[in-house]
């Protein structure tokens, strides 16, 4: 079986433009999950899918950031427009329940120049 | 506001040396406590979880709550044991949002 894919791999941009990041989560898990690590820091929690719906965005740092999970399948995460403090790599995690070991996908770099 | 610390950001051991990784924690309440792992050129994934109580690849972690901490141990340590390990805490019930610390990169010499 498939674990958690992410797209694309590494995105290198120019400050100002947009990008989008893609997260397929694991077939059959509703709750869907978006974490970054900006260099040097921890992890941190962006947001959680619950189906198509968003359970939590508390951790989304601002409106330039925007997440969808049309149908429930998977999600994007879109960034417009990007600023430096941007870059970073942005995981995406997948659990059957709520209360389920979270399975990570590779993670996405991002990179604003 | 729940925070993890994890003082080292590198760790460097000789092989068949034990292992302590530190890890404190802040949270109001009881959270959840867990150790993940990521290999070199792996993905994330979870090593243990302090209410499994179990010993996943000779790793343990004991839950202090006196102390707030959350130490990850091995007795002797092997070269494949080389990753970067995060610790991390949920709210308690379950994974939900998962607040992680900054993560200690593990060094074992042969």
């Known amino acids: 079986e498939a674990g958690v894919t992410q797209f694309p791999s590494h995105s290198v941009i120019e400050k100002g433009q947009t990008v989008t990041l893609r997260c397929d989560p694991i077939s059959g898990h509703d709750n869907l999950y978006w974490y970054r690590r900006v260099m040097g820091k921890e992890i941190k929690f962006l947001l959680h899918f619950v189906k198509e719906s968003k359970q939590d965005e508390s951790g989304m740092p601002n409106n330039r950031f925007l997440a969808e999970r049309t149908g429930g399948t998977y999600s994007t995460l879109k960034v417009q427009p990007a600023e430096l403090e941007d870059s970073g790599v942005y995981f995406c995690?997948?659990?059957?329940?709520?209360?389920?070991?979270?399975?990570f996908g590779p993670g996405t770099r991002l990179t604003v120049l | 506001a729940q925070r993890v610390t994890q003082p080292e950001k590198l760790l460097s051991v000789f092989k068949g040396a034990p292992v302590e990784l530190k890890c404190n924690y802040s949270?109001?309440?009881?959270?959840?406590l867990f150790w993940y792992v990521q290999y070199s050129r792996q993905r994330l994934q979870l090593l243990l979880r302090h209410i499994s109580r179990e010993s996943i690849k000779g790793f343990t972690a004991d839950l202090n709550k006196g102390e707030t901490s959350f130490h990850l141990k091995k007795p002797f340590a092997q070269e494949e044991d080389s990753a970067m390990y995060y610790c991390a805490l949920s709210p308690s019930g379950g994974y939900q949002k998962v607040t992680f610390g900054t993560g200690t990169k593990l060094q074992v010499i042969p």
């Open positions: 949270y109001s309440g009881s959270p959840e």
């Open positions: 995690a997948s659990s059957q329940e709520r209360f389920y070991e979270q399975f």
